[in-house]
Protein backbone atom coordinates (compact mmCIF):
# COMPACT_ATOMS: atom_id res chain seq x y z
CA UNK A 1 0.00 0.00 0.00
CA UNK A 2 1.26 3.81 -0.59
CA UNK A 3 2.94 5.02 2.21
CA UNK A 4 4.22 8.76 2.75
CA UNK A 5 7.18 9.12 5.44
CA UNK A 6 7.64 12.73 6.41
CA UNK A 7 10.93 13.78 8.58
CA UNK A 8 13.27 16.31 8.79
CA UNK A 9 10.69 19.27 10.65
CA UNK A 10 11.85 20.42 14.31
CA UNK A 11 11.96 23.87 15.99
CA UNK A 12 14.38 26.52 14.06
CA UNK A 13 15.38 30.24 14.30
CA UNK A 14 14.02 33.18 12.08
CA UNK A 15 16.50 33.46 9.00
CA UNK A 16 18.03 29.78 9.51
CA UNK A 17 17.20 26.85 6.55
CA UNK A 18 15.68 23.43 6.98
CA UNK A 19 15.32 20.32 4.38
CA UNK A 20 11.67 18.32 4.59
CA UNK A 21 12.22 14.65 2.89
CA UNK A 22 9.21 12.45 2.12
CA UNK A 23 10.09 8.91 1.43
CA UNK A 24 7.52 7.18 -0.03
CA UNK A 25 6.92 3.51 -0.84
CA UNK A 26 3.79 0.88 -2.01
CA UNK A 27 4.14 3.10 -5.61
CA UNK A 28 5.84 3.54 -9.04
CA UNK A 29 7.12 7.10 -7.57
CA UNK A 30 8.99 7.86 -10.95
CA UNK A 31 5.15 8.14 -12.25
CA UNK A 32 3.86 10.34 -10.43
CA UNK A 33 3.57 13.80 -9.29
CA UNK A 34 4.32 15.04 -5.78
CA UNK A 35 3.04 17.81 -3.39
CA UNK A 36 4.06 19.83 -0.16
CA UNK A 37 1.27 20.87 1.76
CA UNK A 38 1.22 22.76 4.91
CA UNK A 39 -1.19 23.67 7.78
CA UNK A 40 -0.56 26.10 10.37
CA UNK A 41 -1.84 25.38 14.43
CA UNK A 42 -5.79 25.59 14.08
CA UNK A 43 -5.57 27.04 10.35
CA UNK A 44 -6.58 25.46 7.46
CA UNK A 45 -4.48 23.48 4.43
CA UNK A 46 -2.33 25.84 2.41
CA UNK A 47 -0.82 24.11 -0.80
CA UNK A 48 3.06 24.69 -1.06
CA UNK A 49 4.74 23.29 -4.23
CA UNK A 50 4.17 20.49 -6.73
CA UNK A 51 6.77 18.44 -8.66
CA UNK A 52 6.07 16.68 -11.76
CA UNK A 53 6.78 13.11 -11.93
CA UNK A 54 9.64 13.71 -14.32
CA UNK A 55 10.71 16.86 -12.27
CA UNK A 56 10.16 18.42 -15.67
CA UNK A 57 7.49 21.02 -14.30
CA UNK A 58 7.49 22.72 -10.73
CA UNK A 59 5.25 25.04 -9.31
CA UNK A 60 5.10 27.17 -5.86
CA UNK A 61 2.43 29.02 -3.68
CA UNK A 62 3.08 32.77 -3.93
CA UNK A 63 4.10 32.56 -0.09
CA UNK A 64 7.14 30.21 -0.75
CA UNK A 65 8.14 31.33 -4.30
CA UNK A 66 11.89 32.13 -4.16
CA UNK A 67 12.68 30.80 -0.69
CA UNK A 68 11.28 27.35 -0.99
CA UNK A 69 12.76 24.54 -3.60
CA UNK A 70 11.01 21.25 -4.10
CA UNK A 71 13.40 17.92 -5.52
CA UNK A 72 12.98 14.78 -5.70
CA UNK A 73 15.61 11.95 -6.15
CA UNK A 74 14.25 8.77 -7.71
CA UNK A 75 16.71 6.44 -6.56
CA UNK A 76 15.68 6.99 -3.26
CA UNK A 77 11.82 6.99 -3.98
CA UNK A 78 12.03 10.67 -1.90
CA UNK A 79 10.73 13.87 -2.31
CA UNK A 80 12.27 16.81 -0.49
CA UNK A 81 11.42 20.61 0.48
CA UNK A 82 14.49 22.81 0.96
CA UNK A 83 13.07 25.88 2.82
CA UNK A 84 15.52 29.20 2.78
CA UNK A 85 14.75 32.48 5.08
CA UNK A 86 12.50 30.82 7.49
CA UNK A 87 10.24 33.32 9.30
CA UNK A 88 7.04 32.55 12.10
CA UNK A 89 4.54 32.24 9.53
CA UNK A 90 6.18 28.98 8.38
CA UNK A 91 5.34 27.52 11.67
CA UNK A 92 3.16 24.42 10.13
CA UNK A 93 2.28 20.64 9.55
CA UNK A 94 4.35 20.03 6.63
CA UNK A 95 2.63 17.29 4.54
CA UNK A 96 3.94 14.95 1.52
CA UNK A 97 1.24 14.22 -0.26
CA UNK A 98 1.33 12.03 -3.96
CA UNK A 99 -0.61 12.99 -7.20
CA UNK A 100 -3.36 10.72 -8.20
CA UNK A 101 -1.77 11.49 -11.88
CA UNK A 102 1.71 13.05 -13.53
CA UNK A 103 1.63 16.61 -11.42
CA UNK A 104 1.76 18.75 -14.33
CA UNK A 105 -0.55 21.52 -13.56
CA UNK A 106 -4.30 21.71 -14.52
CA UNK A 107 -6.18 18.75 -13.10
CA UNK A 108 -3.33 17.60 -10.24
CA UNK A 109 -5.10 15.81 -7.46
CA UNK A 110 -3.00 14.79 -4.07
CA UNK A 111 -4.52 11.71 -3.13
CA UNK A 112 -2.49 9.96 -0.54
CA UNK A 113 -0.95 12.01 2.26
CA UNK A 114 1.92 11.55 4.84
CA UNK A 115 1.32 11.88 8.37
CA UNK A 116 2.85 15.06 8.46
CA UNK A 117 6.05 16.68 9.94
CA UNK A 118 5.81 19.30 12.23
CA UNK A 119 8.23 22.58 11.80
CA UNK A 120 8.70 25.45 14.34
CA UNK A 121 10.15 28.71 13.52
CA UNK A 122 10.86 30.73 16.84
CA UNK A 123 13.65 32.56 18.41
CA UNK B 1 -6.79 34.74 1.85
CA UNK B 2 -8.00 31.75 0.05
CA UNK B 3 -9.69 32.12 -3.13
CA UNK B 4 -12.35 29.25 -2.12
CA UNK B 5 -14.73 29.98 -0.13
CA UNK B 6 -16.64 27.47 2.32
CA UNK B 7 -19.18 27.98 5.48
CA UNK B 8 -17.23 27.34 8.37
CA UNK B 9 -19.72 25.29 10.10
CA UNK B 10 -22.41 22.69 8.93
CA UNK B 11 -24.35 20.54 11.58
CA UNK B 12 -26.63 17.82 11.37
CA UNK B 13 -28.67 15.20 13.00
CA UNK B 14 -27.28 10.75 12.81
CA UNK B 15 -28.98 9.89 9.46
CA UNK B 16 -29.72 13.29 8.20
CA UNK B 17 -28.11 14.90 5.07
CA UNK B 18 -25.73 17.77 4.91
CA UNK B 19 -24.40 19.99 2.07
CA UNK B 20 -21.14 22.03 2.03
CA UNK B 21 -20.76 24.83 -0.48
CA UNK B 22 -17.41 25.68 -2.17
CA UNK B 23 -17.31 29.10 -3.92
CA UNK B 24 -14.98 29.91 -6.78
CA UNK B 25 -14.16 31.93 -9.75
CA UNK B 26 -13.71 31.43 -13.07
CA UNK B 27 -9.96 30.49 -13.22
CA UNK B 28 -10.62 28.06 -10.68
CA UNK B 29 -13.81 26.01 -10.37
CA UNK B 30 -14.79 27.27 -13.31
CA UNK B 31 -12.48 25.75 -15.74
CA UNK B 32 -10.83 22.69 -13.67
CA UNK B 33 -11.88 20.18 -11.59
CA UNK B 34 -13.04 20.32 -7.68
CA UNK B 35 -11.94 18.12 -5.16
CA UNK B 36 -12.68 17.62 -1.58
CA UNK B 37 -10.82 16.09 1.49
CA UNK B 38 -11.74 15.18 4.76
CA UNK B 39 -9.60 15.75 7.86
CA UNK B 40 -10.53 14.03 11.29
CA UNK B 41 -9.00 15.68 14.51
CA UNK B 42 -5.38 15.10 14.62
CA UNK B 43 -4.93 13.47 11.18
CA UNK B 44 -3.80 14.12 7.89
CA UNK B 45 -6.57 14.56 5.10
CA UNK B 46 -7.99 12.16 3.23
CA UNK B 47 -9.17 12.26 -0.59
CA UNK B 48 -13.08 12.07 -0.63
CA UNK B 49 -14.19 12.81 -4.39
CA UNK B 50 -12.26 14.09 -7.33
CA UNK B 51 -12.36 15.01 -10.52
CA UNK B 52 -16.15 16.93 -9.34
CA UNK B 53 -17.81 13.62 -8.46
CA UNK B 54 -15.23 10.37 -8.68
CA UNK B 55 -15.50 8.52 -5.31
CA UNK B 56 -11.51 6.62 -4.81
CA UNK B 57 -11.88 3.04 -3.93
CA UNK B 58 -13.23 2.52 -0.07
CA UNK B 59 -15.25 6.14 0.22
CA UNK B 60 -18.59 5.34 0.93
CA UNK B 61 -21.18 6.15 -1.16
CA UNK B 62 -22.73 8.57 1.36
CA UNK B 63 -20.61 11.11 0.02
CA UNK B 64 -21.19 12.54 -3.18
CA UNK B 65 -19.22 15.80 -5.13
CA UNK B 66 -21.26 17.74 -7.55
CA UNK B 67 -20.24 20.97 -9.55
CA UNK B 68 -22.26 23.83 -11.26
CA UNK B 69 -20.06 26.70 -12.89
CA UNK B 70 -17.98 28.41 -10.07
CA UNK B 71 -19.27 26.61 -7.35
CA UNK B 72 -19.45 22.91 -6.15
CA UNK B 73 -20.52 20.89 -3.71
CA UNK B 74 -20.44 17.94 -1.12
CA UNK B 75 -23.43 16.03 0.44
CA UNK B 76 -22.94 13.55 3.25
CA UNK B 77 -25.93 11.44 3.31
CA UNK B 78 -27.10 9.50 6.10
CA UNK B 79 -24.83 11.54 8.58
CA UNK B 80 -22.69 9.36 11.32
CA UNK B 81 -20.94 10.50 14.35
CA UNK B 82 -17.46 9.57 12.69
CA UNK B 83 -18.04 11.90 10.05
CA UNK B 84 -17.30 14.94 12.67
CA UNK B 85 -14.47 16.39 11.00
CA UNK B 86 -13.02 19.70 8.65
CA UNK B 87 -13.78 19.72 5.29
CA UNK B 88 -12.13 21.19 2.58
CA UNK B 89 -12.69 21.79 -1.60
CA UNK B 90 -9.43 22.46 -3.87
CA UNK B 91 -8.89 23.16 -7.19
CA UNK B 92 -6.16 23.85 -9.56
CA UNK B 93 -6.18 28.11 -10.54
CA UNK B 94 -4.88 28.73 -13.98
CA UNK B 95 -4.19 32.49 -12.55
CA UNK B 96 -2.13 31.36 -9.88
CA UNK B 97 -0.88 28.42 -11.29
CA UNK B 98 -1.63 26.66 -7.67
CA UNK B 99 -3.48 24.77 -6.19
CA UNK B 100 -5.90 26.30 -3.94
CA UNK B 101 -7.33 24.95 -1.08
CA UNK B 102 -11.16 26.41 0.34
CA UNK B 103 -11.59 27.69 3.93
CA UNK B 104 -12.84 24.60 5.61
CA UNK B 105 -15.78 23.30 6.80
CA UNK B 106 -16.12 22.43 10.49
CA UNK B 107 -18.92 19.64 10.26
CA UNK B 108 -20.60 18.76 13.67
CA UNK B 109 -23.63 15.68 13.78
CA UNK B 110 -25.40 17.05 17.07
Known amino acids: QVQLVESGGGVVQPGTSLRLSCAAS????????MHWVRQAPGKGLEWVAL????????YYADSVEGRFTISRDTSKDTVYLQMNSLSAEDTAMYYC????????????????WGQGTLVIVSS | QSVLTQPPSASGTPGHRVTISCSGS????????VNWYQQLPGTAPKLLTH???QRPSGVPDRFSGSKSGTSASLAISGLQSEDEAEYYC???????????FGTGTKVTVV
Open chain 1, 97 to 112: AKDLRGGRGRGVIPDY
Open chain 1, 26 to 33: GFSFSSYG
Open chain 1, 51 to 58: MSYDGGNK
Open chain 2, 26 to 33: SSNIGINT
Open chain 2, 51 to 53: SND
Open chain 2, 90 to 100: AAWDDILSAFV
